[in-house]
């Protein structure tokens, strides 16, 4: 990400319906996925955005990500026919990580979360950049009767995420007694909303879908009610460093149309026993065979910071590429995930090298997440 200097419009940049409650605080804008952002605020930064979240409760607007509503007739089937991940699973009023994968190839088109409000009705919250992609695949494939919406700028989404996030909800008296990947419907000072038991930080929290005329008052409400809880606006950085901590995959890096999900360790986001689903062929074929690669977890023996695209060696021998990397402000170390590949055969807790502009590093093999989750 880089900072954005010139005018969003100018560069054809989308904006929160947030964007002036972000710049009144100070927020260093960045583009990402299309949109202008924010990466931090003033008065903090990523430290102690990250530790807000780690130890309180922050709040970041996430209006970026994608939002696609399938509906008619057999629409969660359709859905269940087309992404990899089993909805059967699951019930109305619960949610689902999936993925939507290329036929042909098996590579990761979009990780996504699928609501599934009943067997007519499906609501995607896919990522920013390739939303359209998915709705265009959806829409290619939809049956007569099932109709796929492009709903990307008409709704907010607001992550309230931290161990204090049920405190601050509740004080609004929004619901949050609701089982972790479910949601349930409700309203704010006559707004209504839905309020999702997901996100992206390994933490407690809740995720709000609003109408996006009425995302400003949202938020308001939650800084309002918030003083009491220290509440901290957090940036896209900060859930960079959250995110990866946890080992959850960010699609562009550690998914990709280059990176199956065996490759990237995402199986379990499979239903593998299911009949159909996009790229189901060729990604029982590299499972059943094994991938010539996978995603690792390293982490740092110095204090070595390693990027994305650094160069993983064993010995003399190039066996890899960092695809996220950062600096954990948890560990007071320096945590990456990696695509290696599988010859040679590591075990966790071996010994690698990161080139860091032209200086080896020592990095121990190490499984995901690199801090305990507190999700539940």
């Not at 700028?153 to 405190?167: D, I, K, T, W």
């Not at 379990?268 to 995603?295: M, Q």
């Amino acid at each position: 990400m880089t900072d954005v200097t010139s005018d969003a419009a100018a560069t054809r940049l989308r904006r929160s319906p947030l964007h002036e409650r972000h710049t009144a605080l100070g927020a260093k804008f960045a583009p990402f996925g299309g949109w202008e952002m924010p990466l931090e605020y003033a008065g903090g930064g990523v430290l102690k955005e990250h530790t807000a979240v780690r130890t309180g409760v922050g709040v970041f607007d996430v209006s970026h990500l994608g939002k696609a509503r399938i509906t008619g007739p057999g629409a969660a089937d359709f859905v269940n026919a087309c992404l990899s991940n089993d909805l059967g699973r699951i019930g109305p009023g619960q949610a689902q990580y999936t993925l939507c994968c290329d036929d042909a190839t098996g590579g990761v088109v979009d990780d996504i979360i699928a609501y599934l409000h009943a067997d007519d009705h499906v609501f995607l919250i896919p990522n920013a950049a390739n939303t359209a992609e998915v709705v265009r695949r959806l829409r290619a494939a939809a049956p007569t009767g099932v109709e796929v919406s492009d709903e990307h700028e008409g709704y907010a989404v607001l992550a309230v995420q931290g161990p204090r996030s049920a405190e601050l909800l509740g004080a609004l008296g929004l619901p949050t007694e609701h089982g972790y990947m479910s949601f349930s419907t409700a309203t704010l000072d006559g707004v209504g909303l839905t309020v999702c038991r997901t996100g992206y930080t390994g933490e407690l929290g809740y995720e709000l879908v609003v109408p996006a005329e009425h995302a400003v008052a949202v938020w308001d409400a939650l800084f309002a009610a918030g003083a009491a809880y220290e509440l901290r606006a957090c940036g896209l950085a900060a859930r960079d460093t959250l995110r990866t901590e946890m080992g959850y995959p960010l699609h562009g890096q550690d998914l990709s149309l280059e990176i199956t999900p065996v490759q990237g360790r995402s199986g379990w986001a499979v239903g593998w026993d299911k009949p159909a689903f996009w790229g189901r062929d060729v990604l029982l074929a590299e499972k059943a065979a094994g991938p010539r690669r996978t995603l690792r977890g390293l982490v740092a023996v110095d204090r070595a910071i390693p990027r994305p695209g650094m160069a993983v060696y064993a010995g003399d021998t190039r066996i890899g590429t960092i695809t996220s990397g950062t600096f954990s402000p948890t560990r007071k170390q320096g945590i990456a995930l990696a695509l290696l590949d599988t010859d040679p055969k590591l075990a966790d807790g071996d010994l690698v090298e990161v080139d860091i502009r032209g200086r080896r590093a020592q990095m121990t093999v190490t499984r995901p997440p690199f801090v305990t989750p507190s999700v539940r």
